[in-house]
């Protein structure tokens, strides 16, 4: 991992590695949910499963699509989507550009890659307008997936969560309880959250009790 | 009591399943497939309540969601609880305990009687009105008894146990209404391909097919409907929701579906064996295309007595004796104006009882089912009605007479007739509600006398709901109904559906009669009940007319007529038919008639769903907040964050072990940061990145304040106003690059100056080049402040803290604890502060080792409550709270953050020069030093500066806030005050409400270090 | 609850989650240092009650964070159409009446135009605000 700092100074904004080079314990947004037992107290018979992907690297991106379309295929192997709430993944997945709004994606990688990558993405954009903004300590990623899975989140989200709603490769801001989510869907079988760090333990806790009548768990 | 009403055979219960039930207290037997109401008739339960108003008794009269009297309160313990439950919708379940809504003391012996015996000119309509609004104050003292007297359910004391939720649905057609019309309309949707819900409100699909005399496909229309269900329940496309009420049509399609899931099989989910699963639920459905196929409400007819138990709207006759295998009494009298009436006669003789006679308004009546009741040799009495009941407690008898329906007269000899049950029909009302729901007037239509849905876009009708009542029709009419949804929403079916063959029957015309004329005038005649659920007469209908009411929405409100859960689903269209004939117009002429949701009564739980308890409201956490509550932090809500309030510790005084009180737990907060160090979690702050090449001309514009030359590595504090010159927000901003800037706002602000700055880049200056992005989650935020907080910080950072390397109001980066940091040194307290922002998922490591380090610093964690008090020393402000949205920054003496001369207009500019925010006399923010210095001045007290003043007295101003400050030992305040800055070393007063005045001196906002020397250090 | 078109998705979305701003095509003064105090007041305070046809300002707020342009009838609640920041109305209260001649289209489900979407710059052209 680079441990560069504001080497930028050339470019008037200020980039930041927010991680630190020594082994120091990091605690994801739902640490404490899990701490107060809140977690632990729902193991089901699992007919739902939410999975927490903690410490992932979240960028925003902010610009034209034209501006940065080349600049994210050379630098992430993945095309911005060309539609409104379009979601793209690269080939194993594991990395992922969603339309946020007209001017405005979100970019998932691998814990830890978020600084090379806006590194990499703003020695490729060089002077043109955009901004990039890291949001990885902001947001966790929930995965939710089995056999209520839809029922789960049709208790919990206003937008249409069936296949015409929502299909694969799509994914919208919307209505969760009385917060909001982004809620992607990656695959057939799976659905995102990505949700604030602070509303976190929130989700989680609608999302246990949403799913009590099918046994969800979460890990 | 035996079921001795019940018949040996046929029905749709299951005589094998024997249900045990209490109403009132008395035990009872049903069956399973029995609603509560067929069950008490089977057991020959004639009075199930007494009315509202006169406390008549009153029997069942229909048997679905139009039942206007059978109210119940259900429930064996206190907790499952539910009132106004009618017994028509209620299946049974064994253990069933239901009372009756009214009936205090019982429904038999009634203290509350005599009402109704000395009857309607002792409480003629408005008599509530007229009577107890005087003295005004006493209507809470009469309100409770008349609610006790009235009944009107109550909710339960203790708390629920069942769980509530919601679902969001959505299709493309959604069908409301599983009768012919309906499932007609959902088949042919459903096979078009479209994504269909279709919803009904009684425990079996099929609607008036599950007791119709007629054949479908030459067998029992209900096999069809089985077919039909069994069909839809295939389809992965299709929802089925029985037991759904659609109870609320919404703008664009939005219907609300309340669903009961458990109701049918015990008072809670746990009693019927389904501990955990949802008793109630509501749907929330945004459809593309909505079926209305809701059917009609066959109207009573009204006649005198007519409310006597015993009295039966002629189709739940029907529905008794076909679905439920009951007949309620032995003699059965039917007066009706129309052929489908006839049912009930044919109905109750195969039943092998009497029918003593039907009585026919119309002169020559010969369609096919009046011919078929004189052929079973039943005496038909034509051109006549039943113009009274006889009985008290039950219908004894029935007189008939000849009449004049046109000019309302009664032309012959009475004749008396001994019955027990008289069933009237004065044809029938389409259930247009929910297409009124938005406020679209039905429209009168003579041919069919009734109201049919005016149009709505996206709403499609089917059946009965439009006046379409013979099967054949009604079948066809769904198909086409269902079909024309399905292709609005996309769908194109293949070919037409094939309809179940099904008999056209010759009938003759309804006539048009409501109210049978009596040989007495209204007013004298016995009572001629409209609605039975409100106690509202002919009689108080010919009376409002008298007394002006001209417009039926007047009349309504008058007589209390289709209020309550009722909604006049029997009694509307009889009472707009009486006002028109006493003010000699036409029905539509007198008005239409406009429902609101919803249909029927849907229960709390349903509608809260699963936002109540732990889950009412979201609760915002910072990344500390485990270290918070395992030290013991009490905590303060500020918007949905939980923010630490005090840190209470333990105390030893007097040999025991206590907490400290809050005002000793923020005196100790306080004076540590004053004099060593003290650690807040200001994590909850906003933070907005910036960033773009107009970043600076951009804040330049929405600050009041300066940014054209702030250089990177440099913080300014700001203030926002609106374009009206009023402040709405402040904080700091840091410039980390030239084209870089991290704005920090209120905790309360952080959403709406984020919208805010959007508001003005993309509607008004969108040719600036710069992008805004909320960080407030990803950072926390640790501040560290006192004296001592250099040398406990410098222990734990490689930032060089020399005070001319890193000055008051400089920002710089480096490592904190080993994590990367921006550390900003701004103050809120007026001491020596760190401001240390550092990635979210880092913070709790960080704070824990300025804690490891900070021991021998005595490090104080402090919560809001002293972080207010240290800020308030110092005169700093918070917005919205010192502030209101009438205060500018010249009023809080913000001169120097005013750039008069900044080239661009910016926001509030020029409304700062509007001659009244200039004036001299407007209040200004001041301190308060009460002239005791035990007093704290309370939050919000007015100011005024003659305490001798009689009331009104004129207020100068209030305190904004106030606190005590161990470091002044006294309390103090910030207020604003007229003309204040002028008013230093003045004495004012505080008046307060328990009498007492509170004097205090007009001072300087800056308490503690006025020269701002501790801070830059 | 409204069902609304945001231009920006692309495709409608239930009113929570949205925000009213208010009348839409409020004009800044080009110059508030200069203008008079009433035309500085009636910037600030005044705005239309019409009964039917109305246009407001909206934002996405829990989706694309976009501020938009409704036209909706005050008596039907119907929304006529949503239009991008930057583009005028093709529904008009004076033109409501030529909304059919100019073959609008109408969304799915028939609750408003996209008629001032891009692609249907010649009609707003066409159209005198
Ligand atoms: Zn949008």
New binding site residues.
């Given amino acids: 991992m680079s441990e560069a700092r504001s080497e930028n100074s050339a470019s008037n904004v200020a980039v930041f590695d927010t991680h630190p080079s020594d082994a120091i314990d990091a605690e994801s947004p739902l640490h404490w949910s899990r701490q107060r037992g809140v977690i632990d107290a729902a193991a089901g018979e699992g007919q739902v499963t939410v999975v927490e992907r903690p410490f992932l690297g979240h960028l925003i991106l902010r610009g034209g699509a034209i501006v940065l379309d080349e600049a994210v295929r050379e630098t992430l192997g993945v095309s911005l989507p060309g539609q409104p709430l379009g979601l793209n993944h690269d080939a194993d997945g594991s990395r992922s550009v969603q339309w946020l709004?007209p001017d405005e994606w979100l970019v998932i990688v691998p814990a830890g890659e978020e600084f090379e990558l806006e590194n990499r993405l703003r020695a490729q954009l060089g002077d043109a307008h955009f901004a990039i903004v890291n949001a990885s300590g902001g947001q966790t990623l929930l995965e939710l997936s089995g056999e209520h899975a839809r029922e789960v989140l049709m208790k919990s989200v206003t937008y249409d969560v069936h296949s015409h709603g929502l299909p694969v490769g799509k994914g919208v801001g919307t209505v969760f309880a009385k917060t909001s989510v982004n809620l992607r869907r990656p695959r057939e079988d799976r659905f995102e959250l990505v949700v604030r760090r602070s509303f976190a333990d929130y989700c989680v806790r609608w999302l246990l009790d949403a799913g009590r009548e099918y046994g969800l768990s979460v890990e | 009591m035996s079921q001795h009403n019940r018949l040996n055979q046929g029905g749709r219960i299951d005589r094998s399943r024997s249900l045990s039930f209490t109403f009132n207290g008395q035990r009872y037997q049903g069956f399973a497939g029995d609603t509560l109401a067929s069950a008490l008739l089977a057991n020959g339960v004639d009075i199930v309540n007494r009315s509202f108003k006169y406390s008549r008794p009153r029997g069942i009269i229909a048997a679905g969601a139009d039942e206007p009297s059978a109210i119940m309160q259900l429930g064996a313990s206190e907790a499952a609880q539910v009132p106004n439950v009618r017994a028509t919708q209620q299946a049974l379940y064994d253990g069933l305990v239901a009372r009756s809504t009214n009936g205090w003391p019982s429904v038999q012996r009634d203290v509350m009687s005599w009402v109704g015996r000395l009857g309607g000119h002792l409480m003629p309509p408005g008599f509530y009105y007229k009577t107890f609004m005087a003295p005004a104050s006493m209507w809470m003292t009469y309100e409770k008894w008349i609610r006790k007297g009235a009944g009107l359910g109550r909710s339960p004391a203790a708390s629920d146990p069942d769980i509530y939720d919601h679902l969001n649905q959505h299709c493309d057609v959604l069908v409301i209404g599983a009768g012919p019309a309906g499932l007609g309309a959902a088949l042919s949707a459903a096979r078009a391909g479209a994504r269909v819900i279709l919803c009904d409100e009684q425990e079996e699909m099929g609607g008036s097919l599950l007791d119709s005399r007629e054949s479908l496909d030459d067998a029992p229309a209900a096999d069809w409907v089985a077919k039909a269900v069994a069909e839809l329940d295939a389809m992965e496309s299709v929802t089925l929701l029985p037991r759904t009420t659609a109870n609320g049509y919404h703008d664009h399609n939005f219907v609300t579906l309340h669903e009961r899931r458990t109701e049918h099989l015990a008072d809670t989910a746990a009693g019927a064996g389904r501990e955990g699963e949802v008793r109630s639920r509501l749907h929330r459905v945004r459809a593309e295309q909505v079926v209305l196929a809701s059917g009609a409400h066959e109207r009573p007819l009204v006649y005198a007595n007519n409310d006597v138990p015993g009295n039966m709207v002629a189709g739940a006759v029907s529905t008794y004796i076909r679905r439920y295998g009951v007949v309620p009494g032995q003699k059965l009298v039917l007066t009706t104006n129309n052929d489908h009436a006839y049912r009930a006669a044919l109905d109750w003789q195969e039943a092998g009882r009497d029918v003593v006679a039907v009585v026919d308004s119309r002169a020559n009546p010969d369609g096919e089912l009046v011919q078929q009741a004189r052929d079973s040799g039943i005496r038909v009495i034509t051109g006549s009605a039943v113009m009274e009941g006889k009985g008290n407690q039950r219908v004894s008898g029935a007189r008939v007479v000849a009449i004049d329906t046109p000019r309302f007269v009664v032309t012959g000899s009475i004749e008396e007739l001994d019955c027990d049950t008289i069933a009237s029909s004065g044809g029938y009302s389409p259930v247009v509600h929910l297409a009124s729901h938005t406020g679209k007037r039905p429209q009168w239509r003579d041919d069919l006398l009734g109201f049919v849905p005016g149009e709505v876009k996206g709403m499609h009708y089917a059946g009965g709901v439009q006046g379409i009542y013979a099967l054949d029709e009604s079948l066809a009419d769904g198909a086409r109904a269902g079909a024309e949804a399905a292709r609005a929403g996309g769908f194109e079916a293949a070919g037409a559906m094939t309809l179940p063959a099904a008999a056209s029957r010759r009938e003759s015309a309804t006539e048009a009669l409501y109210q049978v004329p009596h040989e007495k005038t209204s007013l004298r005649a016995p009572k001629q009940f409209v609605d039975f659920q409100n106690d509202v007469t002919a009689a108080a209908i010919e009376l409002a007319t008298r007394e002006g009411f001209e417009s039926i929405e007047h009349v309504k409100r008058y007589t209390a007529l289709g209020f309550g859960t009722d909604q006049g689903k029997l009694g509307n269209i009889n009472g707009m038919a009486i006002a028109a004939r006493c003010l000699h117009r036409s029905i539509p002429e007198v008005g239409t008639t406009v429902f609101r949701p919803n249909y029927t009564p849907v229960t709390f739980g349903a509608i809260v769903g699963r936002h109540c308890r732990e889950l009412f409201d979201p609760e915002r956490y910072t990344a500390l907040h485990q270290w918070h509550v395992e030290n013991g932090a009490e905590f303060e809500d500020v918007g949905q964050w939980k923010r630490p309030w005090y840190f209470p510790q333990k105390r030893r005084a007097d040999g025991q072990e206590r907490l400290e009180t809050m005002h000793e737990a923020v005196a100790r907060e306080c004076l540590a940061v004053r004099q060593g160090v003290g650690i807040l979690d200001a994590s909850t702050l906003g933070k907005i990145d910036i960033q773009g090449p107009d970043a600076r001309e951009f804040l330049g514009r929405v600050y009041t304040n300066k940014w054209a030359k702030l250089a990177p590595g440099r913080v300014r504090y700001g203030v926002m106003c609106k374009d009206d010159g009023m402040v709405m927000d402040d904080g700091t901003t840091s410039c980390l690059g030239d084209n870089h800037f991290l704005m920090t706002t209120t905790t309360g602000g952080a959403a709406s100056v984020l919208e805010w700055l959007e508001l003005w880049h993309q509607t008004e200056w969108p040719e600036l080049q710069v992008y805004f992005n909320s960080v407030t989650d990803h950072w926390a935020t640790i501040t560290v402040t006192g004296p001592e907080a250099r040398k406990l910080f410098s222990e734990v950072t490689d930032i060089d803290l020399d005070r001319e390397q890193f000055k008051f109001m400089d920002w710089r980066e480096g490592r904190v604890a080993g994590v990367p940091a921006r550390v900003f040194r701004i103050s809120f307290t007026g001491e020596l502060a760190f401001e240390i922002n550092v990635q979210a998922n880092y913070a709790l490591h960080v704070w824990k080792t300025l804690f490891a380090h900070g021991e021998k610093y005595d490090l104080t964690p402090y919560g809001t409550e002293t972080m207010h008090v240290l800020r308030a020393e110092k005169g700093l402000i918070i917005a919205g709270q010192d502030t209101d949205g009438s205060v500018t920054p010249e009023d809080l003496g913000m001169h120097w953050a005013v750039g008069y001369d900044k080239p661009f207009a910016w926001i509030g500019k020029r409304a700062l020069n509007r001659p009244d925010t200039a004036r001299e006399d407007r209040k200004q923010l001041v301190g308060l030093k009460p002239k005791d210095p035990k007093v704290v001045l309370e939050e919000g007290a007015q100011i005024v500066l003659d305490p001798d003043q009689a009331i009104p007295m004129t207020m100068m101003g209030h305190v904004t806030s106030s606190y005590y400050s161990p470091v002044l030992e006294s309390g103090f305040a910030l207020a604003v005050l007229k003309g204040g800055r002028k008013r230093m070393g003045e004495t004012v007063y505080l008046p307060m409400s328990n009498g007492t005045t509170h004097e205090a001196e007009v001072v300087s906002t800056i308490f503690v270090d006025p020269k701002g020397e501790r801070q830059n250090v | 609850m409204f069902y609304i078109f945001?231009p920006?998705?692309d495709e409608r979305?239930e009113e929570e989650e949205f925000h009213p701003s208010g009348q839409a095509h409020i004009t800044r003064p080009a110059d508030p240092e200069n203008c008079s105090d009433e035309e500085w007041g009636d910037y600030l305070f005044f705005r239309d009650n019409p009964r039917g046809i109305h246009h407001e300002l909206w934002v996405?707020r829990l989706?694309?964070r976009?501020f938009f342009n409704i036209t909706r009838d005050t008596t039907t609640y119907e929304i006529l159409e949503t239009y991008p920041m930057g583009e005028r109305p093709t529904v008009t209260a004076e033109r409501a009446g030529v909304r059919q001649e100019q073959g609008v289209q109408t969304a799915d489900g028939g609750w408003q135009t996209v008629g001032a979407r891009p692609e249907n710059s010649k009609l707003n052209e066409e159209t005198p605000s």
């Fill in positions: 709004s | 945001c920006y998705c979305r996405h989706g694309c976009k």
